[in-house]
């Protein structure tokens, strides 16, 4: 059974078109996260909500930006992609800042 | 910066044990040691934690020395499925702790 749901699995876009990366989750978690993974590197954190508290890492551009409308969804929006942001992008939920649990990811593509 | 050093790859043969090291000279006494795996292009997996005590799971267990300086993940009868990106996290969940994930350990079980 699917837990924390990411759709789609494969996004392509245009450079400078802006795009949105959907997250769902099954697990009633009062916290959301969002990841960028690039080719060969390390998960890294763009920021994530605790309820409805939104938390920007320190570096995270400000091209992203992220919505969370209810518990169970969680958006991740690119305003304007660059070929520099192709990456895969992975959700994670978690009660409160226990264990994280990952989506299947969506790998983001841009033309 | 990631607080734990692990070896950038190991091979195990299939139906043998996986022992699986990790170095974090640093812990704090409230940080836990997390255990993570990324099979290629899906999003990272939980594994198992622990703070003092051994652990385990269905999946692994995680031997902690009594110093906390190092610990090491057990993949009882490893499979070709367990091929795969470990990836050793020491974190907090006292409070806000980012979950970051370093190189990790690239293993890859032959037949």
């Known amino acids: 059974d699917a837990m924390v749901i990411q759709n789609p699995r494969y996004q392509v876009t245009q450079f400078g078109k802006p795009v949105t990366l959907s997250c769902s989750q099954t697990?009633?978690?009062?916290?959301m996260y969002w990841y960028q993974q690039k080719s060969s590197q390390a998960p890294k954190l763009l920021f994530h909500?605790?309820?409805?508290?939104?938390?920007n890492e320190a570096d995270t551009p400000d091209n992203f930006q992220s919505r969370r409308p209810n518990t169970s969804f969680c958006f991740l929006d690119i305003r304007s992609p660059g070929l520099g942001d192709a990456a895969m992008y992975l959700c994670?939920?978690?009660?409160?800042?226990?264990?994280?649990?990952f989506g299947p990811g969506t790998r983001l593509l841009v033309l | 910066d990631a607080k734990t050093t692990q070896p950038p790859s190991m091979d195990c043969a299939e139906g043998r044990a996986a022992n699986l090291p990790c170095n974090h000279s640093?812990?704090?006494?409230?940080?836990?040691v997390y255990w993570y795996r990324q099979i290629h292009s899906q999003g990272p997996q939980y594994i198992i934690h622990?703070?003092?005590n051994n652990e385990t799971n269905e999946m692994a267990s995680l031997i902690i020395t009594e110093d906390r300086k190092s610990s090491t993940l057990i993949l009882p009868h490893a499979t070709l499925r367990d091929t795969a990106v470990y990836y050793c996290?020491?974190?907090?969940?006292?409070?806000?702790?980012?979950?970051?994930f370093g190189a990790g350990t690239q293993v890859v079980v032959t037949p």
């Open positions: 994670a939920t978690g009660e409160g800042y226990e264990t994280q649990y």
């Open positions: 697990l009633n978690h009062n916290v």
């Open positions: 909500y605790y309820d409805k508290d939104f938390n």
């Open positions: 640093t812990i704090s006494g409230n940080e836990y």
């Open positions: 622990g703070l003092k």
């Open positions: 996290i020491v974190w907090t969940t006292d409070s806000w702790g980012k979950l970051q």
